[in-house]
């Protein structure tokens, strides 16, 4: 037993002897391999820099430009790693990482199927002009200004300043309607006049209140009037005007403005906007019962 004891300690010895001799021999080499790695850190740093220089004059989303310096950044720092395992001999070593990268790289996008689905189209969504901050669109019912896409989400701010963040491929996938494409944005109103309303008259004062109102509606022509159909307690017509505004906030506004302008205008000149009402209809012997009597 002790001489096995003996044997295990003279063993380790001769190893750990081994090592320092060759950690010693390789000293250089390490030294070497730290400043290059060094070096490469504040080379990917400096041309992270520099791509956001060169690409800050191109039309690109700022998304796009932030993904360009982030792969440029990575490959400088890949290509550092490269070569300090060559410094350090570890060829041998490198392909071994290259073949694990490569099996691991598979299962890791078997998992992140969704992710790198997102990703994607991210990278599609930040290089596309149908889309850029600053435009006002409609997306898988949700509506607000685009103020941020990255690799994950396109986020719009609501008119009622809430975040949305809605992930990439949905936006990719589903309808995008664009309020910004555009310099102007239809405003379409609906109500309704008695059945004792002159229509002639009301067609005339709707389409002269909306002018009057808007700057760019130059004339009472320019107003869309249609009566669209017989309704239960009312003739119901809808009027379509033109503002310049590529925001669908500035369209709920002017809405408001041409709702009260026109109930304003029909108020001054007795034309009722009925309500819906019922009627009853009782037999000619129906008597109502008077608790009181009772």
């Known amino acids: 037993m002790d001489l096995n004891i003996d044997e295990a300690w003279e063993e380790m010895t001769k190893r750990l002897t081994s090592w320092i001799d060759s950690l010693i021999v390789n000293l250089p080499n390490i030294i070497l391999a730290l400043l290059v790695f060094i070096i490469v850190i504040l080379l990917s740093k400096y041309f992270t820099k520099l791509t956001w220089k060169l690409l800050d004059k191109s039309s690109l989303q700022k998304s796009m430009k932030n993904l360009i310096a982030k792969l440029i950044s990575v490959m400088v720092i890949l290509a550092g790693l490269f070569l300090v395992l060559g410094i350090l001999d570890l060829s041998k070593t490198l392909n071994t990482i290259l073949a694990g990268a490569g099996v691991a790289g598979l299962a890791v996008g078997l998992a992140l199927q969704g992710a790198l689905a997102n990703t994607y189209s991210g990278i599609v969504l930040s290089y596309i002009k149908h889309i850029k901050f600053g435009d006002w669109i409609e997306s898988n019912d949700y509506e607000g200004e685009v103020i941020d896409i990255d690799l994950r989400a396109v986020t719009i701010k609501q008119s009622d300043n809430n975040l949305v963040y809605i992930p990439n491929k949905l936006v990719l996938e589903n309808p995008i309607r664009n309020f910004s494409t555009t310099a102007q944005s239809r405003v379409i109103l609906k109500c309704g006049v008695g059945y004792s309303s002159n229509l002639e008259f009301v067609r005339d004062l709707v389409c002269k209140t909306i002018a009057s109102h808007f700057d760019n509606v130059e004339n009472a022509k ?38 009260i302008a026109i109930k304003k205008a029909f108020d001054d000149n007795n034309i009722n906007i009925p309500f819906p009402i019922r009627t009853l209809d009782f037999p000619e012997n129906f008597k109502f019962n008077n608790p009181t009597n009772n």
């Open 222 to 259: 320019e107003v869309i009037f249609l009566y669209t159909e017989f309704g239960d307690s009312s003739i119901n017509f809808e009027t379509r005007f033109w503002i310049n505004s590529t925001s669908s906030l500035e369209v709920l506004k002017a809405k408001t403005v041409a709702m």
